[in-house]
């Protein structure tokens, strides 16, 4: 691992090598070869004019997913082909069949979010989605238009049934990702040993999954990482795997990846997460890195809390499992040693007689911070509460249980009177303080209402989707 690999990577169609690892994908677009149509509004992944389609290589099959390139860091890319609005133009500067339907339908004005748009809605026609209303503001919800208005660009997309689907090929992007990357400030190993004999020779290095939060660093405020470390090559960490009682889901598994099996094992999750960011920031996000950066208002750690979840930790010296409720240690502190990496998170499955809901509240429906975050889980027998896991985030310092609360719903109904009681008891299990999102006042309030909606919504038994 000493001899230097650079990232190599294809941007629209054409060989491409750095050195820059941290630089930002949309600094390198915009700022190195000079293709100017990628927009750069927000700078934190928030608005979708930097929108930009990379392609990856999955079973020996071409994946293409839209990503914000303002927090792409360069050292993603290696291996991987990038695709620009520049790179969609046929032939002679042909429009785009996506291009072409959005003009038709007059779905730009200004045009600053176009390309963003163009690029959402090519990764959209590439995907073999059913092309419905539903699927298709989700596929834009993490694009802004602040003057067109959505009904012409929604229209487009609902017109890409056919003319936009392409043949898409891995054989470009063969031999490219070969190699471990090893440039100063960025190492990428493809084996497990490898990436624990870095991480106890680094043990200062930033551990790198998604970089939806990292990446605001080089780009809001131009703080280049110093030394990094990609988990993301590492097989065993891209694994997911199910048995009869639980899913194990590999630490630097994306929330896209991951989304279709929590939607179907755990009611309201699946609507939980589609809210915790754009498809943009799903398609990088990973849950080992939501719990890695240790935010009391991580949206992953309440669902985890909830049901219980294990996480793997792992180092040269060996593997531990670590509960969930014994991860976080204080604010922004975790169990992690200097020399451990975040393997796998066990998640169990629900039982019959389990009652399972996860909800939040923000100031914005989707891809919000949350105010608040709840998450119950109930396990129901001859009409009484056996067990409650009341989890919460925003509430505390550490994403925290209500323990006083789950012992007034223990022993009886599930009914007004013991929510009555659980929401009076919540004072004492949560301390929220005041900040520039909301009061303290606001936040007990909120989370007593979360448990309230939680019995009012009819809860879902295992295996059933609850009320949205």
């Not at 990379?54 to 695709?83: F, H, K, S, W």
């Amino acid at each position: 691992m000493t001899a230097e690999h650079r990232i190599r990577f294809l941007l629209n169609g054409q060989s491409r090598e750095t050195a820059a690892a941290s630089t930002t994908l949309l600094d390198f677009i915009r700022e190195t070869e000079r293709l100017t149509g990628t927009k750069e509004g927000c700078a934190e992944g928030d608005c979708g004019a930097c929108t930009v389609v990379v392609t990856r290589v999955v079973n020996g099959e071409p994946v293409l997913e839209a990503v914000n390139a303002c927090i792409t860091l360069m050292g993603q890319v290696d291996g991987r082909a990038v695709t620009t609005v520049e790179g969609l133009l046929g032939p002679g500067r042909a429009a785009h069949p996506v291009q072409r339907l959005l003009a038709e339908t007059d779905g730009t004005q200004c045009g600053f979010c176009t390309p963003g748009f163009v690029m959402s809605l090519h990764a959209f026609a590439q995907s073999g989605e059913a092309v419905t209303v539903e699927n298709v503001h989700e596929a834009l919800a993490g694009n802004l238009c602040r003057c067109t208005g959505y009904r012409p660009i929604v229209d487009t997309a609902l017109g890409l049934a056919g003319p936009a689907r392409e043949d898409a090929t891995a054989s470009p992007l063969g031999g490219l990702a070969d190699s471990d990357v090893n440039v100063p400030g960025w190492h990428a190993p493809r084996t497990l040993a490898d990436l624990l004999q870095l991480r106890a020779e680094r043990p200062a290095a930033v551990l790198v999954a998604g970089a939806t939060d990292l990446g605001l660093g080089p780009s809001r405020d131009r703080a280049p990482i110093v030394d990094a470390i990609d988990v993301t090559r590492v097989p065993e960490l891209n694994d997911i795997t199910e048995t009869s009682t639980a899913i194990e889901i590999g630490a630097a598994v994306t929330y896209a990846r991951a989304l279709p099996h929590l939607d179907r094992l755990y009611p309201t999750l699946g609507t939980y997460l589609r809210r915790l960011g754009s498809r943009q920031i799903r398609n990088s996000g990973t849950i080992g890195g939501n719990l890695g950066t240790a935010s009391p208002i991580g949206d992953s750690a309440p669902f985890l809390l909830a049901l219980d979840a294990e996480i793997e930790l792992a180092s040269r010296a060996g593997s531990r499992h670590v509960a969930i409720a014994d991860f976080f240690t204080g604010y922004r502190k975790t169990a992690l040693k200097p020399d451990d990496v975040i393997t796998t998170i066990r998640l169990p499955k629900l039982v019959d007689g389990d009652l399972f809901r996860c909800d939040k509240v923000s100031k914005r429906y989707d891809q919000d911070i949350s105010n608040v975050a709840g998450t119950f889980r109930l396990r129901i027998e001859d009409g009484r509460v056996v067990e409650a896991r009341l989890a919460y985030g925003g509430m505390a310092a550490t994403p925290k249980r209500a323990m006083a609360a789950e012992a007034c719903l223990v022993g009886g109904p599930f009914d007004a009177a013991a929510v009555d009681a659980a929401v009076a008891a919540l004072p004492g299990d949560l301390a929220p303080i005041d900040d520039m999102r909301s009061t303290a006042a606001y936040r007990m309030a909120v989370a007593g209402n979360l448990l309230r909606r939680f019995l009012i919504a009819g809860p879902a038994p295992a295996g059933l989707e609850a009320m949205p």
